[in-house]
């Protein structure tokens, strides 16, 4: 072991920019013989019984070399400490790995299921997210591992985002399927509600929105085909006959959300199967979830308009299609979906800003049917005004 040793030091010192090998292999032959060069003239060296020493690295720096004595005991050297140790169990490095717990969501600070392997440092963070390390074995790497509260995604788009529309809790904004939207509130009070949550949580921005819907937009399993472009986005709860052709209307917001709750299947009326048009789940890259972000109730974003035209300024319209011209030099950079979809695709329709200074609001609501979708945006509202029809949802 120790003219091994004396082996690898040397290699390293000729290629000291040449990492050494991740995959566990064995000196000198074996079905995964190590790279001869590594050890020199010292590849042919076996234990005193025949067998075959190992060798394993967990990050191309650190190593262990291994035999086993007559007695089956293992006997290696560990380069991370320098020392030599006989042990009745294996002694290889191994690499930490994040347990089943990392990337659910959960109702308290998880404590079992953090590692698969390696030890769990303490879960730190308030849920959004929880951050703990699996740290490796004998020399191995350690993993980052990550969760977060129950109502609270990770998007994988640099920001997490409640899961549901956020709901009056005891004056608390929540994320929970249980009750309804926390609507009647300005935009003014939605920044102060969101900001109330701890540091780092905020109203969600026009960029966050717009960057999480052409993220949705992207994803095959959020178009009736299965196919990204082909047939249609689903536009959430928002039936309407008048201005779409769903054979019923709506006129208030869901009475439940959920699992079983997933379509809007009648007026007022949910269910776990229907139409796609009125799915109110969209599924994001990462496997997660978000609910509602088109249809049931607007919802505030954080941005106010500048009326006019060019860069920074917002087009002052009636309903329009995204695919307007007018919309070409800002707002369908800015907020609209990339590339272009329309209301046949039911992404939603722009309405304008009708005064500078004005709040914006996204998604539609119960009833706005083609006018609601991920990218519907309207800019008619002062950050003062309250409607039972706007809510908001925070982010961080």
């Known amino acids: 072991l120790n003219q091994l040793a004396k082996a690898v030091m040397i290699y390293k010192v000729n290629n000291p920019e040449t990492l050494l090998p991740t995959t566990p292999c064995t000196i000198g032959g074996g079905t995964t013989p190590c790279d001869s060069a590594i050890f020199g003239t010292a590849n042919v060296l076996k234990d005193p019984n025949g067998s075959l020493y190992s060798f394993s690295s967990s990050d191309g720096n ?12 293992y006997y290696s050297f560990d380069s991370s400490t320098g020392t030599y140790s006989q042990s009745g169990t294996n002694p290889s490095a191994s690499n930490g790995v994040c347990g089943t717990s990392a990337g659910e969501e959960h109702p308290f600070i998880p404590v079992t299921n953090l590692c698969s392997n390696g030890t769990a440092s303490t879960v730190e963070g308030d849920g959004v997210p929880y951050t703990w390390t699996c740290t490796g074995l004998n020399g191995g790497t350690t993993a980052s591992c990550e969760a977060t509260k129950t109502g609270w995604i990770n ?41 109330a949550l701890g540091s780092g949580y905020h109203l969600i921005t026009n960029a966050e929105w ?24 689903s536009r959430g709860y928002s039936a309407s006959t008048t201005n779409a052709s ?17 379509y809007n299947t009648g007026v007022n009326t949910v269910g776990s199967s229907g139409v796609f048009s009125l799915k109110r789940t ?19 974003n954080s941005d106010i308009c500048t009326q006019g035209s060019g860069a920074g300024n917002w087009y002052n319209s009636a309903w329009i299609e995204w695919s ?58 002062l950050p003062s005004s309250t409607r039972t029809n706007i809510g908001f949802r925070c982010a961080r």
């Not at 190593?63 to 089956?72: A, E, I, K, P, R």
């Not at 599924?283 to 919802?299: C, R, S």
Request: charged residues 15%; negative net charge; hydrophobic residues 30%.
């Open 282 to 300: 969209h599924n994001l890259a990462n496997g997660k979830t978000i609910w509602d972000l088109a249809g049931n109730v607007w919802e505030w």
């Open 155 to 195: 998007t994988g788009l640099g920001f997490y985002v409640m899961k549901y529309e956020a709901k009056n809790v005891g004056g608390v904004a929540t994320s929970t399927p249980t009750g309804n939207p926390w609507v009647s509130i300005n935009q003014t009070n939605s920044i102060s509600a969101c900001s």
């Open 246 to 262: 769903d054979g019923f209307q709506n006129t208030a917001v869901a009475p439940n959300t959920g699992p079983g709750y997933e």
């Open 210 to 233: 717009t960057s999480l819907a052409r993220h949705l937009a992207a994803q095959p399993s959020n178009w009736s085909t299965g196919i990204v472009g082909s047939g249609v986005l």
């Open 62 to 73: 650190d190593y262990m070399l291994l035999s086993t004595l007559s007695t089956g005991d």
């Open 324 to 381: 307007d011209a007018n919309l070409d030099d800002y707002e369908r950079p800015t907020a609209g979906p990339s590339p272009l979809y329309t209301s046949t695709q039911n992404a939603g329709r722009y309405y304008g800003c009708t005064a500078t200074g004005n709040g914006l609001i996204r998604g539609g609501d119960w009833r706005y049917g083609l006018d609601s979708g991920l990218f519907t945006a309207t800019l008619s509202d």
